[in-house]
């Protein structure tokens, strides 16, 4: 397992990105929707790998829109955008934006654009259980 840290810049939410493979081999998604193009996120998620966000105290936001099984979890403080989560059966699955790792520049190949817009809610679920990423999240007040 290759293992990336990072952070949103005021650094009050943190993640480590878990992957099995080399960075070439991962595919960097530019998602088409009006949230993902808003921020020019460049998303990667490995099934195979793991995904731990944390949120110090209440700093992380979380947004939804559209079918509102999303969470896009944003930095309360200094406005970044972290990734997405979804919960499936007390399972979570998510994807980090790329931009948000210390070796950013590891992901900066062509990102592959995507459109999910013609998904419905099963297929949405099922796509992500297939290709999204096993997720721990941390957003306890404990945390220092
Ligand atoms: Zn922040």
């Not at 921020?39 to 509102?68: C, K, N, Q, S, W």
């Not at 999303?70 to 790329?98: H, K, P, Q």
Request: aromatic share 8%; with cysteine.
């Amino acid at each position: 397992m290759r293992s990336y840290q990072g952070g949103c810049h005021c650094g009050a939410v943190k993640v480590v990105f878990e992957n099995a493979v080399v960075p070439a081999d991962l595919e960097i998604r530019s998602c088409g929707c009006g949230f993902c193009t808003r921020h020019g996120a460049r998303t990667i998620t490995d099934p195979a790998g793991h995904l731990e966000l944390h949120a110090a105290g209440d700093a992380a936001m979380i947004y939804r829109f559209a079918m509102g099984i999303t969470d896009f979890i944003i930095c309360r403080a200094c406005g970044c955008y972290m990734g997405a989560l979804m919960e499936d059966d007390d399972d979570l699955f998510g994807i980090v934006n790329s931009r948000m790792l210390d070796d950013r520049g590891c992901f900066d190949g062509a990102a592959t654009s995507r459109d999910y817009s013609a998904e419905d809610e099963e297929g949405r679920r099922a796509r992500r259980r297939a290709t999204w990423t096993p997720v721990t999240w941390r957003h306890d007040t404990d945390v220092a």
